[in-house]
């Protein structure tokens, strides 16, 4: 199998999981909105007794804000908690299931499997970066200008490093 060969249908091949990879890189953009997330009720008992901040970290909701408290009952934004009894009420804004386990790919960490994915992904990125500077004999006009815009595409990067 030729060079070129290889380079082709690998590329095609990681094309279809580049749209995939393109779709959940755009969503994870907008994780620290509410934007592509949907309203879920949720009911719990938690431990009676906690204050706001252990609230919020129970609740995953960072920076729970208490709206009031009249003893037994403490409101905040998102719902309700009985002081005494733990019961728990309130609406989280979650990514639809689908969408949750697509942005999973971009965030998995070594405890995850699918880093392995991420690893062989990013390898078979670079073998396609890399080969196509063989696509081409070197004293052609459009290797060298594929040097040009390689060079621009590097330099692109740096600036919006700094920016």
Known sequence: MSFRILHRYLGYFL????????????TLIFRKTDTFKVSIDKELVLEPGLD???????VRIRDLKTIETDGTTLIFEQGAYNLVTGQTNYTAKELPVWLDKLTHLHKATTEDPLYYFNIIFGLALLFLAISSFFMFAKSSLIFKK??????????????????
């Open 146 to 163: 594929g040097l040009w815009f390689t060079l621009g595409g590097i330099i692109l990067v740096i600036i919006m490093l700094y920016v």
């Open 15 to 26: 094309a279809g999981i580049m749209m995939v990879y393109a779709l959940s890189g755009i």
């Open 52 to 58: 706001a901040t252990a609230l919020g970290r129970a």
